[in-house]
């Protein structure tokens, strides 16, 4: 997979001196703690090595989703392996909204995009669907967790989204949980605008923020009609418009993904540092 971590702000070693944040953020498995010596992976120490020209000694920061972020040396750094030492918890762990994004694959480049922009958006998981109309009949999962990694790192955020296995649209709404609110994007024109949707279940989720949902965008010519005869009935998802014109896919699930962080969100607030 082509890699876009070359294209972090931070390249020098010399910038930690004047911000006080080491600039390369990896992601790791590993539980992090004061101490704690990480090994990282392969690719992981090519990349410090070949791309960010770091050394033994200099910092980096780490994180895993669990134990915050943390300043971290290292002590190790070959071709093939690296090992560095956590020091000092820089960000502590928060809560993130609990928001999935269902999605019908596209081409490689498209849905490699959702995928990355989701993650930016701060999406918990990438759920896969084949629908009466998906194109593309394989999903290469590997391929989208490591593009949502590497967005994870570059946005700062404090965990990864999980991707899940691609499911037919009936097998996903047949086990569907029954408090996960799922947002279907309508193309169809019929439903009400999605910032209207969105600013009444702020209020009827006034007493209880951060409730599980999730958001659907359908394939490249959209739904059958049938798929949104059965979805509009089920009592779990509100079908919402995104505007008089016909987005492509791709913009569709950013565009929803910005009207609901804004509405019932994270983006209240900024970044803490």
Known sequence: MASDRSSASDTSPDAEAATGRPGPRLFVAA??????EIPLAE???????????RSVGDGIALFNGRDGEWRAVLTELGK????ARAETLMRPQTAEPDLWLVFAPLKR???????????????????PVFTARTDAQRVNTDRLAAIAMEAAEQCERLSVPCVAKPRPLDALLGDWPADRRLILCDETGGAPPAAEAFGALAVD??????APAALMIGPEGGF???????????EFVTPVALGPRILRAETAAVA?????QSALGDWQGGLTR
């Open 31 to 36: 539980d992090l703690a004061a101490g704690a």
């Open 43 to 53: 690719g992981q120490a090519h990349y410090l090595r070949a791309v960010m020209r």
């Open 80 to 83: 093939r392996r690296a090992v």
């Open 109 to 127: 480049t498209a849905t490699d995009l959702i995928a990355q922009k989701a993650t930016e958006m701060g999406v918990s998981a990438l759920l």
């Open 205 to 210: 989720l006034a007493g209880a923020p951060g």
């Open 224 to 234: 059958a009609k049938g798929e949104l005869d059965r979805l509009r009935k089920l």
């Open 256 to 260: 929803v993904l910005a009207l609901w």
